[in-house]
C-alpha cells in the first residue's frame, strides 16, 4: 500500500465549542470544516495547517465510540489519521498480513474521505485510521 502522508491527529474534546478557540485563535490555525457524522455519533471541526490537520471529535450520542472513550480515558489524542491512496487495496494487504481491523470495508467519513480503522491491538496500542480523498465527481 502506499501511505501518501499523516492526513490529520483526531483529538476527543467534551465541548467542541470550549475547545476550538484554542486551536483557531491562540494557534490561529484555519477552522476548515464543522462536521457530523450521525451514524459515528459524532462531532467534527477540523483545523488545516497546510502540512497535517487537528480533527477536533465530539460524542453527540452517549453510546457513541467518543463518549465510551472519554468515559474511559478522559479527552486526549483519539488517533491518527493517514492518507492512502487506494484504501481498498489497503484493508485487503492489511488483511492479509492478519491484522486486525475495525472496519473491514471503507466507510464514509468527515470531508468524503473513504476510511477504515486499525485496531489499537495491531499497531501497538494507537488507534490508526487510513483515509482516501475522493477523486471529484
Ligand atoms: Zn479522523
Redesign the pocket.
Given at each position: 500500500m502506499k501511505i501518501v502522508g499523516i492526513?490529520?491527529?483526531?483529538v476527543a474534546v467534551n465541548s467542541i465549542n470550549e475547545k476550538a478557540a484554542f486551536w483557531e485563535y491562540i494557534l490561529k490555525i484555519n477552522r476548515t470544516a464543522t462536521e457530523t457524522v450521525a451514524d459515528q455519533g459524532v462531532s467534527?471541526a477540523i483545523f488545516d495547517t497546510g502540512k497535517g490537520k487537528i480533527?477536533l471529535?465530539e460524542a453527540i450520542d452517549p453510546n457513541s465510540p467518543i463518549a465510551k472513550y472519554i468515559s474511559k480515558r478522559g479527552p486526549g489524542i483519539?488517533?491518527?489519521?493517514l492518507e492512502v491512496e487506494d484504501i481498498t487495496s489497503a484493508i485487503k494487504e492489511l488483511k492479509e498480513n492478519d491484522i486486525s481491523l475495525i472496519n473491514e470495508t471503507p466507510t464514509r467519513?468527515?470531508e468524503g474521505?473513504l476510511?477504515a480503522f486499525i485496531h489499537p491491538r495491531s499497531t501497538g496500542g494507537v488507534l490508526v485510521?487510513l483515509?482516501q480523498k475522493q477523486k471529484p465527481q
Open positions: 492526513e490529520h491527529v483526531g467534527t480533527e471529535l483519539h488517533h491518527i489519521c467519513g468527515v474521505y476510511i485510521e483515509a
